[in-house]
């Protein structure tokens, strides 16, 4: 029980870090995207969009950027794509909780 925990914890931290790499400006784009749901909840699918197509973005720049990156990342035991699932995940899960705490606001 006492291994499973840690990988775990290592695991969370390792795709923590990775998040961290470009959680600015993906996490501006929502904040940025939340105040206007605030004011107009009905461009939720226009947002929505647009934060799809901000995320491919940041994927296709950050591939380039981060190579040296990720050979660190897959010798701990993650791939490219299990990376960007993970993270991407999670951002749209803090995208979409925002949407939602947003709606019941207004």
Known sequence: MQKHFFTLKKNIRLLTTFYMSFATVSLFIS???ITI????FKAFGMLFWFKIFTSWLIIFFLNDDLKKEFYYFQNMGFS???L???SMS???LVF???A???YLLT
């Open 96 to 98: 979409i909780f925002l």
């Open 90 to 92: 999670f951002d749209f």
């Open 84 to 86: 960007w699932i993970w």
């Open 37 to 40: 749901l605030f004011f107009n």
């Open 31 to 33: 904040g940025i995207s």
């Open 80 to 82: 490219k794509r299990e």
């Open 100 to 102: 939602y705490s947003t």
